[in-house]
């Protein structure tokens, strides 16, 4: 490809890209397609003869896109919502055009050296000790994943050479992620503890302390625990300090999940939510979550890099990778199980610097007090019901009556396209969820979406709460 042909290219995929941010509103939030819909319209193999630019933009267009479920319209609300936010893509398309690889400083000082200021900038917003050292990664996914693999390897080093039998702690709303992770490093499904919740769906730190010691008390060898801040179902808080004192009491690796709710802590009035996290090993938060840069982008702190290092390094470096002493500089690869990096700071610092800690604080507060309106309209409705506490941008909340009324008025809300929310169980409960967090949000999409709901559900109810019809 030219550089002429890429620019005329190049400008014609930025107009769709601006259009498609300006319109968005008019795409159906959920892709209205059947399995196999896609695949069945494109060719069953690939070109033998390159095409044109156009030829492909305009597939893109009628063959792709109607396929496409718009994580980024505003009014996304399922699972968490995310942003990819006007200088988040900047920094993604530019990044794509350097096309660098990391691995280690040499192969990419700005990349290596952006990353570390980008992440320290986001430290200090979120108030976490000036020795964390950051990395990132592409999923928090990933990011537990390192933090298990740390443990491990601390667990190891603590008792003079692998230990069988180890123990791995957390909560029964910790996210999935948390069981792979244990799983993929070898710690047996027998020996992943779902420690018991209160009534607001927080871990009970007696509940961890008596699993621990009773584990201790059979020989078994606990070893890490992985308090979540803002769970996946409802958003809850484990008692943090609590928990960072029974894991220093037992002498646990502890890695705080605070990938959702994270960057609320960029509030002051929020900032205590990250009380104990100051004595965490690891932490992981995801700015692709929210703080309006696209997917994929995880951010894994840590007090111990070089757990890490050891953890994953060989006796001695592979020939081809032997760079000679870089003055003290880090290579990102001696941290992580991949070698080669995609240069994601980059996004990071265009978001960053775009909105400033302020304007990212007011986008926040803006979300927060959008949840707090729309709770306020569930609460004001008799047919409905708050199903957990509003701690942040997440609201659980489900109709009066059946399981099946409940997943029965989340279909008929998302099969409008007008919106899209998820559900989950809370207490045997089918519950809807409402996750804001999409940066073009605003309050009309959030009311549209109350009266959509609103009067998607049954409008009077019999005095034993079942719906009329
Ligand atoms: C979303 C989420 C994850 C998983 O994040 P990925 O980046 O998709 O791997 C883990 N933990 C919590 C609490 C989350 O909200």
């Known amino acids: 490809m030219s550089p002429e042909e890429f620019r005329a290219a190049a400008h014609q995929t ?8 300006r319109d968005i509103r008019d795409y159906p939030v959920l892709a209205n397609v059947e399995p196999g819909a896609v695949t069945s319209r494109l060719p069953k193999s690939g070109p033998e003869r390159g095409e044109s630019i156009d030829a492909i933009l305009e597939d893109f267009r009628k063959l792709i896109v109607p396929g496409v479920t718009h994580w980024n319209h505003p009014r996304f609300f399922g699972y968490f919502s995310v942003s990819g936010s006007g200088p988040g893509i900047l920094g993604e398309m530019l990044a794509a055009a350097l096309n660098t690889n990391h691995m280690v400083w040499k192969t990419g000082p700005s990349a290596t050296e952006l990353e570390q200021v980008s992440l320290g900038w986001l430290r200090q917003w979120l108030g976490l000790p000036e020795e964390f050292f950051g990395i990132i990664h592409d999923t928090a996914s990933t990011s537990t994943l390192h933090a298990v ?11 003079g050479g692998p230990s069988a039998d180890l123990v791995l702690y957390t909560s029964e709303h910790a996210h999935l992620s948390v069981d792979r992770a244990a799983l993929v490093v070898g710690i047996g499904r027998g020996n992943i503890r779902h420690i018991l919740i209160d009534d607001d769906f927080r871990m009970r730190p ?26 996946t179902s409802s958003s809850s808080l484990d008692p943090l300090p ?13 890695h705080v999940d605070a990938a959702y709710a994270g960057p609320a802590a960029v509030l002051d009035e929020y900032r205590h939510i990250l009380k104990g996290a100051e004595l965490a090993d690891s932490l992981v938060v995801n700015p692709h979550k929210w703080l309006f840069t696209p997917i994929d982008l995880s951010a894994l702190y840590t007090r111990r890099p070089e757990v890490f290092r050891r953890a994953l390094s060989l006796d001695q470096a592979p ?12 290579n990102f690869s001696d941290y992580s199980i991949a070698l080669g990096r ?28 959008m949840a707090r309106e729309f709770a306020a309209s569930v609460q004001a409705d008799p047919r409905f019901e708050l199903a957990a506490p509003v701690l942040f941008s997440l609201l659980c909340f489900r109709m009066h009556g059946s399981n099946d009324d409940n997943r029965e008025l989340l279909d008929r809300v998302n099969s409008t396209g007008r919106a ?13 969820r409402l996750a804001i967090g999409n940066i073009a949000t605003t309050d009309a999409d959030v009311q549209e979406t109350w009266d959509l709901i609103s009067s998607s559900a049954p409008q009077r109810r019999r005095p034993d709460g079942a719906p009329e019809s």
Request: hydrophobic residues 50%; aromatic residues 12%.
């Open 149 to 159: 693999i740390a443990a491990r390897e601390a667990a190891r080093e603590a008792a």
């Open 242 to 254: 609590e928990i960072a004192a029974i894991a220093q009491r037992y002498g646990l690796w502890l």
């Open 319 to 330: 020939a081809y990778l032997q760079t000679a002493e870089n003055g003290g500089a880090v």
């Open 420 to 432: 899209f929310l998820s559900g989950t169980q809370l207490r045997g409960k089918f519950v809807l």
């Open 14 to 21: 930025v107009d769709w890209i601006a259009d498609y941010l």
């Open 342 to 369: 995609r240069f994601r700071a980059l996004k990071l610092w265009f978001v960053l610097r775009y909105y400033g800690r302020e304007g990212i604080a007011e986008i926040l507060r803006g979300h927060l007090r």
């Open 206 to 231: 007696e509940a961890l302390d008596a699993a621990i010691a009773a584990d201790l008390a059979a020989g078994r060898k606990p070893f890490c625990v992985i308090p979540t801040l803002g769970t």
